[in-house]
């Protein structure tokens, strides 16, 4: 079982920057690919960015350029850094993970709000 837990959400300014985090614990060998999606009112779930367990990266066309994601396996961690926020940005944001012992589990967090105000 894998927990994933959300932090770095909140209010900023059109053109701010958040960074936001994903700490997993629990039983974490095993956990390749990472993601981060997210979900405004009335629309869909998307996926912003992806980061393999190898490190390859993949975005989002809407945040290609200003959105990053990374991560440090060390501390079983995600990173999405996100500059020159837009009020389209506005929503909440999901941590997901691949984890792999075998078989292939998936996990989500509970998310995190980011609202970028105009």
């Known amino acids: 079982q894998v927990q994933l837990v959300e932090s770095g959400g909140g209010l900023v300014q059109a053109g701010g920057s958040l960074r936001l985090s994903c700490a997993a614990s629990?039983?974490?060998?095993?956990?390749?690919?990472m993601r981060w999606y997210r979900q405004a009112p009335g629309k869909q779930r998307e996926l912003v960015a992806a980061?393999?367990?190898?490190?390859?990266?993949n975005y989002a066309d809407s945040v290609k350029g200003r959105f990053t994601i990374s991560r440090d396996s060390a501390k079983n961690t995600v990173y999405l850094q996100m500059n020159s926020l837009k009020p389209e940005d506005t929503a909440v944001y999901y941590c997901?993970?691949?984890?792999?012992?075998?078989?292939?589990?998936?996990?989500w967090g509970q998310g995190t709000q980011v609202t970028v105000s105009s």
């Open positions: 980061i393999t367990g190898a490190g390859t990266t």
């Open positions: 997901n993970a691949d984890k792999r012992v075998g078989t292939v589990y998936n996990y």
């Open positions: 629990g039983s974490t060998f095993g956990i390749y690919d």
